[in-house]
């Protein structure tokens, strides 16, 4: 079956100099990614900062372009898409609605905007539907002549939300959007997000470090580290049985009570490695528990199995003994 959107091998590096008179140096930030996103799923992708869950996001918005690989929507690749008909499919929702919202703009013209690009209905029309939209996400239609400065970081990020779904995309790709609100507000934005996906048939790609907020609200989660994934399961499964030793680390971090300290509960050290010189071998090792002599000399291939996927030489098939 075709996935609704996947991403081929996807790379994407970037050209970095740490000084004036240094040497640039290339930073691979996504590194070989397969997804695959059926239609209706959640996928929830998980990892430290810095691990490339934003640059996986803006390839997947057509954002970025992929340095190698491509995406496909309904096996279509991106890179032929017009732009419209791309913003008509896939939407954001990201962090922080305050930056992403123009704010000399009012609430109902920002949520119009995606049908002004596409030239939808009349101007009337278009702010009509800005409004209905509005309601759906929990804003009454006074709100539509604010500006999003006279909103509170949760209502900003239902804007940021009605303007997502205002075009009917089919897939919303949500990079941290609860991440910069108060623990309270993120349980009724996720509740929302829950209740539209039912509502709109939408499928997610929903990247959070934080590893709670994910098992809420995914199907699916894809734990990446240094710009790979080194773990996919279903989410309950990856919740159960967690088999990557970092996915390991990762739920113990959140069963301790320093949540947001990294990871600091098993002895792995808090440092998240350099990605301008990432670890040999499988590039966990230096904070594994579980290391194993070859660890640190050979990368350790994505293995599909019927629990998922697991990249860790731990779960490599043993070789057939023939008697
Ligand atoms: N435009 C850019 N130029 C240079 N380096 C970048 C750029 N964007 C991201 N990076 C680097 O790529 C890596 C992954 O970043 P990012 O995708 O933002 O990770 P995450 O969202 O998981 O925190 C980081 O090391 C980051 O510094
Ligand atoms: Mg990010």
């Known amino acids: 079956m075709t996935a609704l959107i996947e ?56 954002l970025t372009p992929p340095s190698r690989g491509s995406i496909l929507i309904d096996g279509q690749d991106i890179g032929s898409m017009d732009r419209r008909e791309l913003a008509r499919r896939v939407q954001p929702v990201f962090q922080d609605p305050y930056s992403s919202l123009n704010p000399r ?110 098992e809420h609200i995914a199907t699916h989660v894809a734990v990446m580290y240094l710009g790979r994934v080194a773990e996919l399961a279903q989410t309950t499964a990856l919740f159960k049985h967690p088999r990557h030793p970092y996915t390991q680390a990762l739920l113990a971090s959140v069963l301790t009570p320093e949540t947001g300290l990294g990871i600091p509960d098993m002895g792995l050290g808090l440092s998240f490695p350099d990605p301008l010189h990432p670890p040999s071998g499988c590039t966990f090792h230096p904070r594994c528990q579980q290391r194993m002599t070859h660890c640190s000399l050979q990368r350790p291939a994505l293995i599909q199995d019927e629990q998922g996927e697991v990249a860790c030489h731990l779960y490599r098939k043993t070789e057939q003994h023939v008697d």
């Open 7 to 62: 991403a081929l091998d996807l790379h994407r590096t970037f050209t970095v100099s740490s000084g004036l008179f240094k040497p640039k140096q290339t930073l691979h930030a996504v590194n070989g990614v397969d997804l695959r996103v059926e239609r209706g799923e959640v996928m929830g992708i998980v990892g430290e900062s810095g691990c490339g869950k934003s640059t996986l996001a803006k390839m997947l918005l057509g």
């Open 105 to 214: 703009r009012s609430i109902a013209s920002i949520v119009a905007f995606p049908l002004d690009i596409v030239g939808l209905g009349s101007k009337q029309d278009r702010r009509n539907k800005a409004i209905e939209m509005l309601e759906r996400v929990g804003l009454p239609p006074r709100f539509a002549d604010s500006t999003p400065g006279q909103l509170s970081g949760g209502q900003r990020q239902r804007v940021a939300i009605a303007r997502a779904l205002v075009i009917q995309p089919e897939i919303v790709i949500c990079d941290e959007p609860t991440s910069a609100l108060d623990v309270s507000v993120q349980a009724q934005i996720l509740n929302l997000l829950l209740d539209l996906r039912q509502e709109f048939n939408l499928t997610y790609v929903f990247i959070s470090h934080n590893l709670a907020v994910v």
